[in-house]
């Protein structure tokens, strides 16, 4: 890798680190937000409580690391959920439907935006 | 996925790699902290859904384990006597009084008193562990005497408090002996092996064993020589493919139960690791807390979550080979490091494990249970479980802290909520966050009128250098209610 490349590389992961720094928390009693108004994001809610919330509750850290605080985009937010990554199983499409999935990115998206 | 796409992922990638990679980042337990006296106990630290108000009922409790009321406005609260970190006390049932000054109603010998219920004129306690399980009955001016004696609580987990089922049996949840169903080394380090060498997990009924054998360190001699060890076996013990054991009533890994009266205790369901609490919820249905499997012993279990089960009769639940309906032997549960994948210990299973009612977080020690009844508290069938926290690393790294809080089930969907926690960017007990606000909470119960909810805090617990070491008299029993002038029941609007 070339010295540019090195910068650049730095440059982009410190710029994410930084977007990434702040509160994972969502929980209603600091946010006072409350459920979710469509029926996609309810299904959504109910998805990530039963794949997502033992390791990241409420998307905040726990065995695994916080979610809500990453800016990261839906697509690879699936890739991470089919293919896996370290210790994160994968959840192919027989475990969890595209349907489902979708939904609960969306999910996560709506959470990830109430911030306290 | 496009070369474009491939490389915009590149960098969010490496952030993945850099910030969530399990194996790269260090434990970050809840208890990996220092603490120093004095506990601050400052409720403005909670937070709360709006309307509602946190107020500290009784401090200074000694390893708090559970609350009870009598009926007739008396608040009382159970001291468990023993705490992991091998601290050995006496167990106490103790009067709260109005001014939070509490008065000494009874006392044991064999600890931990894990709960406290109060039926027909008299406390039932669940509780033992330096000797046999027991069912106590206690009345209201301290006479004990044993309901139900010899059950299998020498171990890791022990005999938990009962409560009173709408047709008038008592029911209790009994752990296991250990993790997932092998003595191992962890147990010499919890402090039991070397005082009950022969002591090992009793089923509820016949099992046929798979023959699996797992060989450790033998931490009961001297010498460095190994032992081999099966399931459902004391230490050093093999086992053989096709091998029965023989179920008895006093198992443990249940929920049992017998009349207030005596007589022989029934198994309930089994195949549950340890059912820490028990709840009726306002439609009759019986609610268990199970607290789920650790990353230690011969046989460590990986990514298993708390969970809330709705119990039906006759029914096994999984442990030592099923986590939530999922059998261990897959990908989900591999241990780190390059242990080995969790093998199945039986032959054959007494049925298909059901799936639970809602699936907590790892490692959290999600616990007391109870539903609110109606409007006075709001969230009207919806139940209520204290978390009292990891203890990582002992039982498994964590990235951040897990539990150390109150969360709303609502049991129809699953979903979890958060209901009383502490503030700060992070999660965490108070004394690792520097705040005045929750430590363990452990039980909880709501009052007989349901506009209050009783909190048992257990005070301070730090695993520095990986061992459990319990701070005595930093115990809070807080109440929860709603705030004058606030609406019963209503919901907080969503705020876009």
Redesign the interface.
């Known amino acids: 890798m070339t010295g540019a490349r090195v910068r650049a590389a730095v440059l982009v992961c410190g710029l994410l680190a930084v977007a990434a720094c702040g509160s994972a928390r969502r929980g209603v009693p600091l946010t006072g937000h409350g459920e979710p108004p469509t029926a996609e994001l309810q299904l959504g809610q109910r998805v990530f409580a039963r794949y997502c919330h033992q390791c990241h509750p409420g998307g905040a850290g726990g065995l695994g690391p916080a979610l809500n605080n990453k800016p990261l985009p839906g697509w690879l937010i699936k890739f991470q959920v089919r293919n896996g990554l370290g210790a994160m199983p994968a959840f192919p499409s027989r475990v969890l439907p595209g349907e489902e999935l979708n939904a609960m990115v969306r999910y996560l998206k709506w959470l990830r935006a109430r911030r306290p | ?1 496009t070369a474009r ?1 491939g490389a915009r ?1 590149a ?13 790269l ?1 260090p434990s970050r337990g809840g208890g990996e902290t220092r603490f120093e006296p004095p506990r601050r106990i400052e409720p403005a630290d909670v ?4 309307g509602y108000r946190i107020e500290p009922v009784a401090q200074g409790l000694t390893f708090p384990t559970s609350v009870a009321f009598d009926g007739e406005g008396g608040v009382y609260v159970t001291e468990a006597g023993y705490s992991y970190g091998e601290v050995v006390l006496e167990p106490k049932l103790l009067r709260v009084e109005p001014d939070g000054r509490t008065t000494l109603v009874a006392s044991g010998r064999n600890p931990p008193w894990n709960g406290a219920t109060f039926a027909d004129g008299a406390f039932y306690i669940g509780g033992g562990h330096l000797a046999h399980g027991q069912i106590l009955r206690v009345t209201r001016d301290g006479r004990v005497s044993v309901l139900v004696d010899s059950l299998p609580s020498l171990g890791d987990h022990h005999t938990n408090g009962p409560v009173l089922g709408p047709d008038g049996w008592l029911y209790w949840g009994q752990g296991t002996a250990t993790n997932a169903g092998v003595v191992g080394p962890d147990n010499y380090d919890y402090g039991w092996l070397q005082r009950y060498p022969r002591f090992h997990d009793v089923p509820c009924a016949d099992v046929t064993l798979a023959g699996r054998n797992f060989t450790t360190a033998n931490p009961l001699t001297p010498e460095d020589d190994r032992a081999t060890t099966g399931a459902f076996v004391p230490f050093g013990v093999a086992t053989t493919a096709g091998q029965v054991i023989r179920g008895r009533p006093r198992c443990g890994g249940a929920v049992l139960r017998v009349r207030p009266t005596g007589g022989e205790p029934e198994v309930v369901a089994w195949g549950l690791r340890n059912p820490f609490a028990l709840a009726f919820s306002p439609d009759g249905a019986l609610y268990a807390t199970e607290n789920q499997y650790d990353v230690r012993g011969s046989r460590p279990v ?2 298993a ?1 708390d969970l809330l089960w709705r119990v039906q009769p006759g029914v096994w639940y999984g442990w030592p080979d099923f986590y939530a309906g999922r059998a261990l032997n897959q ?2 549960f591999d241990p ?1 490091g390059g242990r080995p994948r969790p093998e199945l210990l039986l032959a054959r299973h007494p049925n298909a494990p059901p799936r639970p009612a ?7 020690a999600s616990s007391g249970i109870d539903f609110s009844r109606g409007p006075a508290f709001g969230h009207a069938g919806q139940a209520f479980v204290a978390q009292f926290g990891d203890l990582a690393p002992t039982v ?5 802290p ?1 539990g150390f809080k109150v969360v709303r089930v609502d049991v129809a ?9 502490n ?5 965490g007990p108070a004394s690792r966050l520097g705040g005045g606000g929750l430590e363990r909470p452990l039980g909880l119960r709501f009052d007989p009128t349901g506009a209050a909810l009783y909190v048992v805090d257990f005070g301070v617990m730090t695993t520095v250098d990986g061992q459990p070491r319990p701070r005595p008299g930093t115990g809070v029993l807080w109440r929860i209610s709603r705030a004058p002038g606030t609406a019963p029941g209503a ?6």
């Open positions: 996925m796409r992922a960098p969010l990638l490496a952030l993945l790699l850099c910030s969530g990679c399990f194996r980042l937070a709360l859904p709006a990986f990514g979550g990908e989900w780190p809602a699936l907590l977080g790892v490692h959290s498994g790294k964590v990235v951040s897990v969907s699953g979903v979890i909520h958060d209901f009383a926690v503030r700060g960017s992070t999660n919901a907080p609007e969503d705020t876009p």
